[in-house]
C-alpha cells in the first residue's frame, strides 16, 4: 500500500502532503522535517530509495526524484514494488505536466485543490487505481468542465480553473 | 458573534490571494500572519453563501495541510457544504473532510452518512468517485457499517471508473467492519473474470493487501490469481499477482510447482525491470527450493549489478540479500561486484554490500575479509567507517565469536579497530575486549599486550570516544597484571597526569586497577623477600604451592632487572617498589578530595593500603628487626589477604546460572524474605560482568553469610507451615508450581554460597571455551545472548499482535464467505487450522464429523490428507452446487439481516474450487 505522497520544495516547504493514514498535523509536518533532512543530505546520481522504518514503521521505505525544485516523495510499505514506484511518480508528474502545461512549482503552491484531486484519479486509499497520465488528464479535464458548468452562473474560484 | 456582513463576502480573500500574501509576509511573521487569516476565516465560515464558506474552508484546508493549523473545530462545516448542490463546494468540503478528519476522534464524521449514502447513489459518476474517496479516507466502523449496502450495489457499477474506485475503497471498509465481507466479498471475487484492464487491476490490489496479513484464507482463490498471471500482460495486474502468490506458495507446495514455469516465462521474455525484479524476488523468498529457477533469478540479479542505474545496482544487492538466507553461494558467486559496491558513491549500496560482505564471512576467510573492510574504513566517510566497524564487530562477536579462529589475531584486531580514526564503536570493543579476557584464557597474554599499547599511549586519553576501550583495556592490565612483562610500566601508564581527561567512572577503573597492579607489585616483592628472612613460615608454604606457576611465567622486570635473580638487585627491588608506592601517594593524594564519588572512594583504598605498607617498606629498607617485624608481619598478611581475593579467576556468568544451582540440603527458599533485606542490605555478591569489582574480604564475607544463614532457618520453619496451608487452601489461585519454579528469580542473589556461583561460572568458562574451539554450541548452557533475544522475540510478538487481530477478522469472515461456512464464529486465535481444507471436504462429505477429525489431521501437515482430498474434490464438484444450495438455507436466517442478501443468492453458484 501507498502511506503517503508528498511534495517539498528544496528549501524544506511542503507543497503537497497527502497521507493515507491518519495523521495529526503536528506529526505530519514533524514527517515532513525528517523526510527532508534526509533527503537533503543525500548526494546526487545515488539510488531513489531510502528506508523509513525508524519514522513508519517495519518494512516501510519511501522512493523520491528530484524535478527541477520539488522533491517528489512515494511512502510505501512491501506491497509494493520499489520501481513501479517510481513509474507511478513518472505518471504523476506526467499528468502535472499535461494539467498545467510545463508544471513548475508555482503551479502546484496556487492549485492546491487540483493537484489533490489529480492525485486522487491516480491513488484512492492508497492503492494505485490509474497508471496511464493521458487517463488521468481525461478525467481532471472532465471534472474541471463539470464544475465550471456548475459553476456558470456564480464567478468562478480564481486558480480553481485555468 | 454575528455573520459576514455582505463587505466581507464581497472582498472576501479566495485562497490565491491567501497564499499570495503568505508567501510574501516577512519570515518570522508567519504564525501572526496565519493566526489573522484563521479569524477572518472564522468570520467568513459563518456564512449562508455556498461559495463564501466554500473559498473560507479552501484556506483552511491549505494551511491546516501545509501548515500544520489545527481546523477540527471547523469540522461541522465541511459537513454542512458537503451537501451543496455545486459539484465544486461538495468537492472542496470532501477533500476537507479527508486531509483533516481523523476517522477515532471526529464525531460529526457520523453526520457525514447520511449526504455519502447520497453521493453514492447519485447518477453523476464524478459525485459517486468523490464519496469513494472520501470514504476511503475517513472510514470508520460506523460508517462502514451504514455504507457497505451502498458499496456492494457499486461493486457491480455498470461504469468501470466508479466500479473501480469502489473496489479500492473496499478494503478500508474490511479493515474498520470485518462484516462487511460477507457481503461484498464475492462480488469482489466476480471482479476478478472482469475483462477490463482497470477493474482486474484494483482488484488484484485489494487482494495483495488482504493476503499481505493472513494468506492462507485466500489459497481458495489460487486458480483465478493463477489464470491471471497466465493470461494478463498487464505488468502492474503482474507485480501484483506476483506478490500474492510470493505469500500463497509458502502454504501450498504443489502451487509453487506449478507457479515456477510462468514466472520464469515472464522472466526471461519481459522487459520491465519492475516486473522482472518483482519475479526475482518471488522465487528467491518463496520458491527458493526450485533451483533452476533460483539460478535463473540470480543471473538476473547479475545483470542488475552491472547496470549502472544506483537503483537497479541497490535492489539487486537487495535481492542477493534475500538469496543468501537460503543459499549463500549466490552471494560467492558474485562477490567480486558485492565487494566493488563497497566503494560505490551511494551510502544505500555500499551499506547492502556491507550486508552481504558478512553473510559470507566464514571461519576461513574472516581474517582476509576484515582486512579488506578495515581498509575501506579507513578511507570512507566517518558514518560509513562506523556501519562497517558496528557490523565486523557484530559479526565476529555472534554466537561466541563462532567464526573466529585465531583469537590472538582478533584481538590485534581489535585494538587496531579502536584506533580507526572515526571510530564511535568504543563501547563494543571494550564488551569484547572484556569479554574474550573471561572466556579465552589463551588469548590473555596477547589480550595483555594489546591493552598495554592502548593504555600507555598518552594520545588516546584525549578522544572521549575511546574512554570506554580504555577503560575495559585498564581494567584488562589490572585484572590480569600477572602475565605482564613490565607492572611498573603500566603503572605509570595508569596513573599519568593526562587521566584527568577520563570521565570520572573510568578514571574509577584506572584507579582501581593501580590498586590491583600495586598490590600484585607489593605480593612479589614480599615474597621474594620473604624467602630471604622475616617472611613467617606459613604463609610462605601455602603461597609456594600457589604461585609456582606465575613465577614460572612472570619475569618481573625493574630498570632491565629481573626482580627474582638474587639479594643484590633485592635491595634495588625495594628503592624501586617504595618509588611505585610514592608514584601512586603523589597522583592519588589530590583525588582523596575529588567530587566524584568513585574516584574519591578508589583513590581513599589505595591510599589507605600504602598508608598500612609503607611503614613496612620504610621500616625494611632501614634494615630495622625486632619491634618492626610485627608490624611488617601484620602488614603483609594484609597484603597476602587482598591479593589473594584479587588473584582469582573471574569468568562469563549465564543469566539463568543461578537457577541451575542446586538447593544445598536444608535451604529453604520460596520463604516470606522480606526481613532479609535488613540482614544483608550492606552484603552484595559482585557483578561479576562489570570491571569495577571489589570482592569483599573473605573473613568479613564469610562471617556474614554465617549469621545470615542462622537468623534465616529460625523463621524459616515457621513460615513454611503457614505457607503451605496456604498453598492447600487457595492452590486454586495459582500457577502450576513447575511454572513459578522456572521463572522464580525472587530470591535474591546472595543468598547463595558464593563458591558454588563461581564454580558454576567456571564450569560455563570451560564450556564456552569448548564449544569456540570446536565451534559448537554447547547444547546445555543458555548462555546470555539467546535470553536476550528470546525477549526481543517475545516483544515484537506482543506488537504484532495487536496490528493482525483486524487482519484475522477480515479473513475469519472470508473464509466464511468463500466456503459458505456459517458454522464458526471469527475466532480470534491465530492459529487456525487451514479452513480451505477444512471446508471442501465437508462440501465433499457434507458430514460436519470428519472435518472435525480431518482438522485435526490437516493441522499436523499431512500432505496424504492432501492428496485424497484433492481427488474427491474433484469427483464432487458436480455435487457442490446442490450442497451450495443446502449451505445457504443453513444460513439465510443469518445474510437477511442485510440488505444485499438477494444479490449475494444469486451470486452464490460462484464459488471458485480448489482445484490446484
Keep these: 500500500m501507498i502511506r503517503g505522497v508528498i511534495i517539498i520544495n528544496d528549501q524544506g516547504k511542503p507543497r503537497l502532503i497527502k497521507f493515507y493514514e491518519f495523521q495529526p498535523p503536528d506529526k505530519q509536518q514533524e514527517l515532513v522535517r525528517s523526510i527532508y533532512r534526509v533527503l537533503c543530505s543525500r548526494a546526487e546520481n545515488v539510488s531513489n530509495f531510502v528506508k523509513a522504518d525508524s519514522l513508519f514503521g517495519p518494512d516501510v521505505r519511501l522512493v523520491y526524484k528530484t524535478f527541477a525544485t520539488l522533491y517528489f516523495v512515494f511512502i510505501f510499505d512491501k506491497s509494493e514494488n520499489e520501481l513501479a514506484m517510481i513509474d507511478l511518480m513518472q505518471v504523476f508528474v506526467e499528468t502535472l505536466n499535461k494539467c498545467f502545461r510545463e508544471v513548475c512549482e508555482l503551479d502546484i503552491v496556487f492549485n492546491f485543490y487540483k493537484v489533490h484531486m489529480i492525485l486522487d484519479e491516480i491513488i484512492l486509499g492508497g492503492q494505485v487505481l490509474e497508471t496511464s497520465s493521458e487517463e488521468v488528464a481525461n478525467a481532471v479535464d472532465a471534472i474541471s468542465r463539470l464544475e465550471k458548468n456548475a459553476n456558470s452562473m456564480i464567478p468562478s474560484i480564481p486558480g480553481w480553473q485555468r | ?916
Excluded at chain 2, 133 to 147: E, G, Q
Excluded at chain 2, 424 to 433: M, W, Y
Excluded at chain 2, 686 to 712: H, I, M, W, Y
Design chain 2, 1 to 916: 458573534m454575528k455573520g459576514p456582513s455582505l463587505m466581507d463576502s464581497l472582498f472576501q480573500r479566495s485562497i490565491d490571494d491567501l497564499i499570495k500574501s503568505l508567501r510574501l509576509t516577512p519570515p518570522g511573521t508567519e504564525p501572526a500572519f496565519i493566526a489573522k487569516a484563521i479569524e477572518e476565516v472564522r468570520r467568513e465560515i459563518k456564512s449562508s453563501d455556498p461559495h463564501t464558506k466554500s473559498s473560507a474552508l479552501q484556506k483552511l484546508t491549505y494551511l491546516h495541510s501545509l501548515h500544520g493549523i489545527d481546523i477540527s473545530w471547523a469540522a461541522f462545516h465541511f459537513v454542512e457544504l458537503s451537501s451543496s448542490a455545486a459539484h465544486s463546494h461538495k468537492r472542496t468540503a470532501y477533500l476537507s473532510a479527508a486531509l483533516s478528519f481523523n476517522p477515532a476522534t471526529t464525531d460529526v464524521i457520523l453526520l457525514l452518512t447520511h449526504q455519502l449514502r447520497k453521493d453514492l447513489s447519485s447518477p453523476n459518476a464524478h459525485d459517486v468517485s468523490l464519496a469513494l474517496s472520501t470514504l476511503s479516507s475517513i472510514c470508520n466502523p460506523d460508517l462502514a457499517r451504514d455504507l457497505t449496502p451502498d458499496l456492494f450495489t457499486l461493486l457491480s457499477s455498470s461504469k468501470v471508473t466508479v466500479r473501480r474506485k469502489a473496489i479500492a475503497t473496499v478494503l478500508r471498509v474490511f479493515e474498520q467492519y470485518p462484516d462487511a465481507v460477507r457481503v461484498c466479498f464475492k462480488r469482489v471475487v466476480e471482479n476478478l473474470e472482469n475483462s477490463d484492464l482497470g477493474i482486474l487491476s484494483a482488484v488484484v490490489g485489494l487482494f495483495c493487501e488482504l493476503t499481505e496479513n493472513e494468506p492462507r484464507s485466500y489459497l481458495p482463490l489460487a486458480p483465478e490469481f493463477y489464470k491471471v498471471l497466465l493470461d494478463c500482460k498487464n505488468n502492474w495486474v503482474l507485480i501484483k499477482v506476483l506478490k500474492i502468490f510470493a505469500k500463497l506458495a509458502p502454504l501450498e507446495p504443489r502451487l509453487g510447482k506449478r507457479m515456477v514455469e510462468p514466472i520464469c516465462e515472464i522472466m526471461r521474455t519481459m522487459g520491465a525491470k519492475s516486473l522482472v525484479f518483482e519475479c526475482v524476488r518471488t522465487i528467491l523468498t518463496s520458491l527458493s527450493e526450485h533451483d533452476s529457477a533460483v539460478k535463473l533469478a540470480v543471473g538476473k540479479v547479475r545483470e542488475f549489478l552491472l547496470e549502472d542505474d544506483p537503483n537497479l545496482k541497490y535492489l539487486g544487492l537487495q535481492a542477493l540479500a534475500i538469496a543468501a538466507q537460503k543459499n549463500i553461494l549466490a552471494v560467492v558467486e558474485n562477490k567480486d561486484l558485492v565487494v566493488k559496491a563497497l566503494s560505490d558513491s551511494d551510502v544505500n549500496i555500499r551499506l547492502e554490500a556491507l550486508r552481504l560482505v558478512m553473510c559470507i564471512v566464514s571461519e576461513d576467510n574472516v581474517m582476509e575479509i576484515c582486512r579488506i573492510l578495515i581498509s575501506h574504513a579507513l578511507k570512507s566517510d566517518p558514518e560509513f567507517c562506523n556501519e562497517i566497524l558496528g557490523f565486523i564487530l557484530l559479526t565476529c562477536g555472534r554466537n561466541y565469536y563462532q567464526v573466529i579462529f585465531d583469537f590472538d589475531w582478533y584481538v590485534l584486531f581489535l585494538g587496531e579497530m579502536a584506533r580507526v580514526p572515526h571510530c564511535q564503536k568504543g563501547d563494543e570493543i571494550a564488551t569484547q575486549l572484556i569479554d574474550i579476557s573471561m572466556r579465552v584464557k589463551d588469548a590473555r597474554s596477547q589480550l595483555v599486550h594489546v591493552t598495554r599499547e592502548l593504555v600507555i599511549d598518552p594520545a588516546l586519553l584525549g578522544n572521549p570516544f575511546m574512554h570506554a576501550v580504555l577503560a575495559a583495556a585498564a581494567w584488562v592490565s589490572g585484572e590480569y597484571i600477572k602475565l605482564s612483562r613490565n607492572p611498573f610500566e603500566i603503572m605509570e601508564a595508569l596513573l599519568q597526569p593526562r587521566t584527568s581527561l577520563l570521565s570520572p567512572s573510568v578514571r574509577a577503573v584506572y584507579i582501581h586497577s593501580a590498586f590491583k597492579v600495586l598490590m600484585f607489585c607489593m605480593h612479589s616483592y614480599l615474597r621474594l623477600n620473604g624467602d630471604n628472612s622475616s617472611f613467617p613460615s606459613a604463609l610462605i608454604d601455602s603461597e609456594l604451592v600457589s604461585d609456582v606457576e606465575v613465577d614460572d611465567q612472570n619475569m618481573i622486570v625493574t630498570n632491565g632487572r629481573p626482580l627474582s635473580a638474587s639479594s643484590v638487585t633485592d635491595h634495588l627491588a625495594q628503592e624501586s617498589i617504595l618509588a611505585l608506592v610514592n608514584l601512586a601517594e603523589i597522583n592519588l593524594g589530590p583525588l582523596a578530595g575529588s567530587n566524584e564519588v568513585e574516584v574519591l572512594e578508589r583513590s581513599t583504598n589505595v591510599l589507605g593500603l600504602i598508608k598500612l605498607i609503607k611503614p613496612m617498606l620504610l621500616g625494611s629498607l632501614d634494615n630495622g628487626e625486632g619491634d618492626q617485624t610485627k608490624g611488617e608481619l601484620k602488614a603483609s598478611e594484609t597484603v597476602k589477604l587482598i591479593f589473594d581475593s584479587c588473584s582469582e579467576d573471574l569468568g562469563p556468568i549465564s543469566v539463568n546460572a543461578q537457577e541451575r544451582v542446586l538447593i544445598p540440603n536444608g535451604l529453604v527458599l520460596k520463604e516470606n524474605l522480606d526481613d532479609l533485606e535488613e540482614i544483608c542490605g550492606d552484603v552484595k555478591l559482585p557483578l561479576l560482568t562489570s570491571f569495577s569489582l571489589v570482592r569483599p574480604q573473605f573473613p568479613e564475607a564469610s562471617s556474614n553469610v554465617d549469621c545470615q544463614g542462622k537468623e534465616e532457618s529460625e523463621p524459616a520453619s515457621e513460615s513454611t507451615s503457614l505457607l503451605a496451608e496456604h498453598w492447600k487452601r487457595h492452590s486454586l489461585y495459582y500457577l502450576a508450581p513447575g511454572n513459578t519454579m522456572a521463572t522464580s528469580n525472587d530470591y535474591p542473589p546472595a543468598h547463595d554460597p558464593k563458591d558454588k556461583v563461581t564454580d558454576e561460572a567456571e564450569d560455563l568458562v570451560k564450556l564456552t571455551e569448548k564449544s569456540i574451539i570446536t565451534g559448537k554450541t554447547p547444547s546445555q548452557t543458555k548462555p546470555r545472548p539467546v535470553v536476550v533475544k528470546f525477549d526481543d522475540g517475545e516483544v515484537t510478538n506482543v506488537a504484532t499482535n495487536r496490528t493482525e487481530t483486524k487482519a484475522v477478522l477480515i479473513s475469519g469472515a472470508v473464509n466464511k464467505v468463500i466456503l459458505g461456512d456459517e458454522a464458526t464464529a471469527p475466532s480470534s486465535s491465530r492459529r487456525k487450522p487451514p479452513k480451505s481444507r477444512r471446508v471442501t471436504d465437508e462440501s465433499s462429505f457434507g458430514i460436519a464429523k470428519i472435518d472435525q477429525s480431518e482438522h485435526s489431521k490437516a493441522g499436523l501437515g499431512g500432505s496424504k490428507h492432501h492428496g485424497h482430498g484433492k481427488e474427491r474434490r474433484r469427483r464432487s464438484s458436480a455435487k457442490d452446487k446442490e450442497h451450495d444450495r443446502k449451505d445457504k438455507q443453513k444460513s439465510d436466517k443469518h445474510r437477511s439481516r442485510h440488505r444485499a442478501d438477494k444479490a449475494l443468492e444469486a451470486q452464490a453458484p460462484v464459488i471458485p474450487d480448489f482445484l490446484l
